[in-house]
């Protein structure tokens, strides 16, 4: 089965700051997406941003961008100019590209703290 | 935008009673999921539903059972709550192949 490591259980931020969250997987796949999600505390978890493996240039969505390194496992998450609304639990996860795979493999979460 | 709704944000029961988590979305997705949220372990499958009548074990099943009569509901059932079970227990969805969409959570408590 594949993982997904944080090794981060903790990270903080001064607003308007930047900070990068880290993970790494551990697949033999060579087609798979990878997801950030983030928790706000008491509130529905959300898709951040996604990337396919297949594509090189690493996503972005607004202050949210990846830096994915295919050949290291490597998928982090840089937050820019971070908010006061940012402050979450974030989550890696990774999900196989074959039609059939239904299973989504999440890391254990990293909570980010954003300090005025 | 995609509603998915759990029956109960909050729910303490004892050991050994029955318990039904309720998941109800407002999509038309086939694809449907309970996973249990837990502090340093994430989210963990413990069931998922490819359709109506149709299931499948995730990763942690023992203790669970599932049921899926309708498209839009997805229920998670516990035959008999141990303390071991109490967590947090999230719902989800999918249409296609990337998005998932999740409840809110159910925060089980069993004493």
């Known amino acids: 089965a594949q993982t997904v490591t944080q090794s981060q259980p903790e990270m903080s931020v001064q607003e308007a700051e930047t900070v990068t969250l880290s993970c790494t997987y551990d697949?033999?796949?060579?087609?798979?997406?990878l997801f950030w999600y983030k928790q706000p505390p008491s509130r529905q978890m959300i898709l951040v941003i996604r990337?396919?493996?297949?594509?090189?240039q690493n996503a972005t969505e607004n202050r949210f961008s990846v830096n994915f390194q295919k050949a290291a496992k490597s998928f982090s998450l840089k937050i820019s100019d971070s908010q006061l609304g940012d402050a979450a639990m974030y989550f890696c996860?990774?999900?196989?590209?074959?039609?059939?795979?239904?299973?989504?493999?999440f890391g254990t979460g990293t909570r980010l703290t954003v300090i005025p | 935008d995609v509603k998915v709704t759990q029956s109960s944000r909050y729910l303490v029961k004892r050991t050994g009673e029955k318990v039904f988590l309720e998941c109800v979305q407002d999509?038309?997705?086939?694809?449907m999921f309970w996973y249990r949220q837990d502090p340093g372990l994430g989210l963990r499958l413990i069931y998922f539903?490819?359709?109506?009548?149709?299931?499948e074990k995730g990763d942690i099943p023992e203790g669970y059972s599932v049921s899926r009569e309708k498209k839009e509901r997805f229920s998670l059932i516990l035959e008999s709550a141990s303390t071991n079970q109490t967590s947090m227990y999230l719902c989800?969805?999918?249409?296609?192949?990337?998005?998932?969409?999740f409840g809110p959570g159910t925060r089980l408590t069993v004493t």
């Open positions: 989800a969805t999918r249409r296609d192949i990337y998005e998932q969409y």
């Open positions: 697949t033999s796949e060579s087609d798979y997406y």
């Open positions: 990337q396919e493996a297949y594509k090189q």
């Open positions: 996860a990774y999900r196989s590209r074959w039609t059939g795979a239904n299973n989504l493999f």
């Open positions: 999509m038309d997705h086939e694809n």
């Open positions: 539903s490819y359709d109506v009548k149709m299931k």
